[in-house]
């Protein structure tokens, strides 16, 4: 089956500098990959996802890169401000409305 | 996004007793849910899918018959805890597949404390 890696675990970066976390997976057959923003004691938030057929996709701060060769996708987020500090998941999923596997989630500080 | 809602947010109830959770799609319809857990500083661990008008499909290692999922309509899908220990405390979150987006969808979650 499927299986996720995610890395850091933990992050630390200044109010105003750039953050990467990056997840590779094992199954070539994967071909949709989103990203969760987890705030403490909520639910996970959909913030940016890319599909197989696309190298990359950007929505103002936020951008996703996804390499099909390697098997390694990552999350950019320019321009950190204190209120992405959060618990952020990638995922991948095998087929459209299937199971997504998880990573083990980096935990983003953004330092004031 | 689209909307996802979970109900109740945070639920005590004493060992040995059920416990139901309602998970909503409040403006789209859901032929699939799923239903996760999360233990603290841990990643989301799929417990099943469940699927509209037919049987849950469970994760290995989830037990069937402790946790009783439901998918009766295109917007609701249940989860019944039955006979909670201690060990079931947990946070439980559903999500919900979007078809005309193709995107997963999370509620909220719901605090289970089993005292």
């Known amino acids: 089956g499927e299986n996720v890696e995610q890395h850091p675990s933990t992050l630390s970066v200044q109010e105003g500098d750039s953050a990467v976390i990056k997840c590779t997976y094992s199954d070539s057959a994967s071909n949709y990959f989103p990203w969760y923003k987890q705030e403490l004691g909520k639910g996970p938030q959909l913030i940016i996802d890319i599909r197989s057929n696309v190298g990359e996709k950007k929505d103002q701060r936020i951008a996703v890169t996804l390499n099909k060769t390697a098997k390694h996708f990552s999350l950019h987020i320019t321009e950190t401000q204190p209120e992405d500090s959060a618990v952020y998941f990638c995922a991948a999923s095998g087929e459209y409305g299937n199971k997504l596997v998880f990573g083990a989630g980096t935990i983003l500080r953004v330092k004031s | ?115």
């Open chain 2, 1 to 115: 996004g689209a909307v996802v809602s979970q109900h109740p947010s945070r639920v005590i109830c004493k060992s040995g007793t059920s416990v139901k959770i309602e998970c909503r799609s409040l403006d789209f319809q859901a032929t699939t849910m799923f239903w996760y857990r999360q233990f603290p500083k841990q990643s989301l661990m799929l417990m099943a899918t469940s699927n509209e008008g037919s049987k849950a499909t469970y994760e290995q290692g989830v037990e069937k018959d402790k946790f009783l999922i439901n998918h009766a309509s295109l917007t609701l899908s249940t989860l019944t805890v039955t006979s909670a220990h201690p060990e079931d405390s947990s946070f439980y979150i559903c999500s919900a597949w979007d078809y005309r987006k193709e995107e997963q969808y999370f509620g909220p979650g719901t605090r289970l404390t089993v005292t």
